[in-house]
T-cell receptor
């Protein structure tokens, strides 16, 4: 019940295309859903996050879509650029008095020029 | 830079060695975390310190021993490790009970156990 399932494991997109990464969860206590971006040799960095009281959040080319009834959320990267090539992790938090993130397995995104 | 530093960045050790990983956060946060990142696996939460108390220990073998002397520093003491412990060890910090508990990660220590 604590798992967050992420797909696909890897994704190849042409420059200018749309990248879509999906995550699903079971624990209804989760109330905060961040996405992290990790470049080689760096730690993960927060990209965008959403709470379940909204169905969509957009920041620049990055959008989170959230479906509370289906317990699914996804990251859309519009106009994908080679600089977006990185590993993306979805995560979920909630149910503890301290921060405890449960991470998905990660998606390696490659954007070809 | 995220405000979380980790040293060393790379470490090679034999199975009989004792070494320590250090993490320091300059963000004024009150919680710190150790994660293990292995290839093709989710980030594994190892330990959580909140307000300088250990609040979570996810069945981590005793050959890993955390220490949190204050809210800005976190150590991971290593002894008699196994080759399967080779991984990237990430430290993170956050402000618990904040409206958005974003965790800020350091760059990690790449550990190789021979």
């Amino acid at each position: 019940q604590q798992q967050v399932k992420q797909s696909p494991q890897s994704l190849i997109v042409q420059k200018g295309g749309i990248s879509i990464i999906n995550c699903a969860y079971e624990n209804t206590a989760f109330d905060y859903f961040p996405w992290y971006q990790q470049f080689p040799g760096k730690g993960p960095a927060l990209l965008i996050a959403i709470r379940p009281d909204v169905s969509e959040k957009k920041e620049g080319r990055f959008t989170i879509s959230f479906n509370k009834s289906a317990k699914q959320f996804s990251l859309h990267i519009m106009d994908s650029q080679p600089g977006d090539s990185a590993t993306y992790f979805c995560a979920a938090d909630g149910g503890t008095s301290y921060g405890k993130l449960t991470f998905g397995q990660g998606t390696i995104l490659t954007v070809h020029p | 830079e995220t405000g979380v530093t980790q040293t060393p960045r790379h470490l090679v050790m034999g199975m009989t060695n004792k070494k320590s990983l250090k993490c320091e956060q300059h963000l004024g946060h009150n919680a710190m975390y150790w994660y293990k990142q292995s290839a093709k696996k989710p980030l594994e939460l190892m330990f959580v310190y909140s307000l300088e108390e250990r609040v979570e220990n996810n069945s981590v073998p005793s050959r890993f021993s955390p220490e949190c002397p204050n809210s800005s520093h976190l150590f991971l003491h290593l002894h008699t490790l196994q080759p399967e412990d080779s991984a990237l060890y990430l430290c993170a910090s956050s402000q618990v009970m904040a409206e958005q508990e974003t965790q800020y990660f350091g760059p990690g220590t790449r550990l190789l156990v021979l």
